[in-house]
């Protein structure tokens, strides 16, 4: 909620307050007048009156609060914003001709392709593209994300 929606809570909660506090002094002297025999001068009036005053006391102090929260600024949204890293280019001078054409063949497939399309597209077996692939990985130039029973192979950014 917001601080005005609060402070006006707290107001309603303090006009309940009042009405309750009043509500109960007016019952507390009409017992004290059937009860005491004194008249005005019995000590019980001078007790309504203290505890009617504390009671008003504690409910303006909670208006005040109630105010105070109204006409407070809300706080500032704090807004963080991500900055995205700049992609680097990819760096093929180490690579050896069957690494470049994976990596060929993954730019020409939107730098996305299933392990055993790779192995057809380059006329190889399982052995040589698993260990090409895993030192493609170990330079960081892809990744293998399990699909399956499948791998793909995606170029990373």
Do not use: H
């Amino acid at each position: 909620m917001e601080n005005k929606q609060v402070g006006w809570l707290i107001l309603g909660i303090s006009a309940v307050m009042i009405i309750v506090v009043l509500i109960f002094n007016m019952a507390l002297k009409k017992i004290v007048d059937s009860a005491c025999t004194e008249g005005p001068t019995c000590i019980m009036y001078d007790t309504i009156k203290t505890q009617t005053w504390i009671s008003l006391s504690i409910v303006g102090i909670i208006v005040i609060i109630g105010l105070v929260i109204m006409f407070q600024k809300p706080r500032e949204k704090i807004v963080v914003k991500t900055i995205k890293e700049k992609k680097k280019p990819l760096n093929l001078d180490g690579l050896d001709s069957d690494e470049r054409k994976v990596v060929d063949i993954l730019m020409e497939n939107n730098n996305a392709i299933f392990q055993a399309e790779l192995m057809e597209k380059l006329g190889t077996g399982k052995v040589k593209i698993t260990r090409l692939l895993d030192k493609l990985e170990a330079k960081q130039i892809i990744e293998r994300k399990r699909r399956g029973m499948n791998n793909i192979v995606v170029l990373r950014d």
